[in-house]
């Protein structure tokens, strides 16, 4: 099985850099259903709060012949174990979404065989470091979602065991500045 994570981000500019990352149009190009083998992989997509980047989500897994199977959350708390930010529409949100979908073909494999929970909450502290997202391989070994196979991560911030991590940044961590000594 193949599990393919895809980290959407809001926008490309933040207050005191840019970075550089892909055109919201130039997903339904990704080979997405291509790259999941028959065995019945997963695609997981960490999408931001923003309503027009969610709808050309649900679009483009049309698009590919996919279908949602759930939607996890990772709520964001500080050390005092309260959310990063309130819970206010017009404010950013302590949360980010997590889509978790399969090809159309596949999902008998997921309906009757495992059961994925809906509307799971991951609670974590996050990283210092901008836009890193928590490693959900663990989990979803931990609900017997993947086994031992490949897991591709797309538009990846850093490197993750197992994982073939693509994207512009994946090395940036990797320097010993980041770790104890």
């Known amino acids: 099985m193949v599990t393919i994570i895809i980290i959407l981000h809001n926008h490309c ?18 080979r997405i ?6 065995n019945g992989g997963l695609l ?14 649900h679009r483009t897994l049309e698009h ?3 279908v949602p199977l759930a939607t996890w959350h ?19 949100l ?6 978790i979908a399969c090809r159309r073909q596949d999902l008998p494999t997921f309906t009757k065989k495992k059961r ?5 909450c991951i609670i974590g502290i996050p990283n210092a470091n901008h836009s890193r997202k928590p490693p959900i391989a ?8 993947i086994g031992s196979g490949k897991t591709l991560e797309l538009y990846a911030r850093y490197l993750l065991p197992e994982t073939t991590s693509i994207g512009y940044e994946p090395l940036k961590f990797q320097d010993e500045y980041y770790y104890a000594q």
């Open 44 to 57: 997981c997509m960490w999408i931001p709060n923003n309503e027009t980047i969610n709808k050309a989500v």
């Open 94 to 99: 302590p949360f980010e979404t997590l889509l």
């Open 64 to 66: 590919w012949g996919m």
């Open 13 to 30: 500019h933040i207050k005191w850099f840019r970075y550089d990352c892909f055109e919201l149009s130039d997903l339904p190009q990704l």
């Open 33 to 38: 259903p291509q790259l999941l083998n028959n």
């Open 116 to 120: 994925i929970p809906d509307h799971y």
């Open 138 to 145: 663990p989990i979803l070994k931990d609900f017997g979602l």
């Open 74 to 92: 990772w709520l964001k708390i500080c050390r005092s174990e309260q959310p990063v930010f309130s819970f206010r529409p017009d404010h950013k």
